[in-house]
């Protein structure tokens, strides 16, 4: 492998988790946050789901963008510019119409996912170009969470709010290693973004199907553990800033033990049909579980359980949404994955939001719990390669 590649992959999984580090300091802490400024779980839902509208409307723009001309370094550049002034708005900001403003930035930032994904696996070739989807989710979510566990030990001797500080340092560490990344110009695609997406059609329905399923799972993400599970803990157990901490580190650790060794393990012994089946059981049990958890400590083991299966299924839908795609045109298929998933990340905190103003928290957890069966019938009736 050319001493550039080698290098510009170093650097580029130096960036990775500095990027996400930025973005999940406060995790734990931003539904309660909301609330705390006088917002309803309605209000609080639709500025946590906002990063995946943004997301969902700046993937695919940004993915043809990023294929035009050729180059992905360019975004993640931006990605860390983002991140940075949405952490360093979110320290500033004072009323719920603020957090808003600074949480669809994040959003913003988060779009730039796509092209350091690309590029990320861009440093390797033919079938280890699926492999690397893994390595770099699990940069991805080593980075998270080690957000959340310097976030939730500075909660320890500051406010919470510090966490918004600590994600702006993380935002610009990241970009001083970003400029230090090599890429060499990829070949610009051929054809229009339709003709592209139309060629090959089945690659269309792996991509359809994938991107389906991802709604699907990420709906119960940012609904559950990365949403309002924090504020469950807080109503249901009384639990404190640093128990909220330790609540998100929880799935956050098991998804990166997941997506690093559990997910390809299994894919590769049992096939990625009985991968995914197991995987949105494990997620499902949890949602239709937690209303009948009768202490903390229960609901950190489920939530560590919640963290393997989700680990498990997306590393599996992000290797087949770009099977057998070329290089040139993974910047567009990874594109509209990414921007499809998106509106899970908006409905799920949403429709938590929603059901919990209306019926009580346990209700939305319950309705996500059904979103998490659908996605295991739909599992069963579609085939995969």
């Known amino acids: 492998m050319p001493r550039s590649i080698t290098d510009g992959k170093l650097w580029l999984s130096a960036v990775i988790p500095l990027y996400w580090f930025s973005l999940y300091t406060y995790t734990p802490y931003l539904t309660d946050h909301i609330v705390s400024l006088g917002a309803s779980l309605s209000y609080a839902g639709i500025v946590t789901g906002l990063y995946g509208l943004v997301q969902m409307l700046l993937r695919i723009p940004t993915g043809i963008w990023s294929d035009r001309i050729g180059r992905r370094k360019p975004f993640v550049l931006a990605g860390c510019i983002l991140s940075s002034a949405s952490a360093f708005g979110l320290l500033l900001a004072k009323t719920p119409a603020m957090i808003l403003i600074f949480r669809c930035l994040a959003g913003a930032a988060a779009t730039c996912w796509v092209q350091i994904s690309v590029l990320y696996t861009s440093y390797y070739k033919g079938e280890k170009a699926s492999g690397a989807v893994s390595s770099a989710l699990a940069l991805n979510t080593f980075g998270q ?77 940012f609904g559950g553990p990365n949403g309002f599970a924090p504020r469950v803990a807080k109503v249901l157990f009384s639990a404190s800033p640093l128990q909220m901490g330790f609540l998100t580190m929880a799935s956050t650790t098991t998804i990166v033990i997941g997506s690093r060794f559990v997910s390809p393990y299994l ?32 609901l950190i083991l489920m939530q560590a359980l919640y963290g393997f299966g989700q680990g498990t299924v997306f590393p599996v839908l992000m290797g087949v949404a770009i099977n057998g795609i070329s290089e040139e045109r993974r910047g567009v298929y990874m594109g509209v994955f990414q921007s499809v998933y998106g509106l899970g990340m908006f409905l799920g905190p949403w429709l938590v939001g929603i059901l919990g103003d209306w019926l009580g928290l346990a209700a939305g957890f319950t309705a996500i719990g059904a979103v998490g069966l659908i996605a295991l019938g739909m599992t069963l009736l579609l085939r995969y390669p």
Do not use: W
């Open 145 to 221: 969470l080690a957000g959340v566990a310097c976030g939730t030990f500075i909660t320890i001797f500051f406010p919470v709010s510090v966490t918004f500080l600590l994600a702006l340092v993380g935002g610009l560490l990241g970009l001083v290693f970003s400029f230090l990344v090599s890429e060499t110009p990829h070949a610009r695609p051929e054809g229009k973004f339709l003709q592209t997406i139309l060629a090959d059609r089945s690659a269309l329905f792996r991509l359809l199907s994938a991107s389906t399923l991802a709604i699907l799972a990420q709906i119960m993400l």
């Open 267 to 298: 894919s590769k012994r049992i096939g990625i049909k009985k991968t995914l089946v197991m995987g949105f059981s494990i997620c499902s049990l949890y949602f239709l579980t937690v209303s009948f958890l009768q202490n903390f400590t229960s």
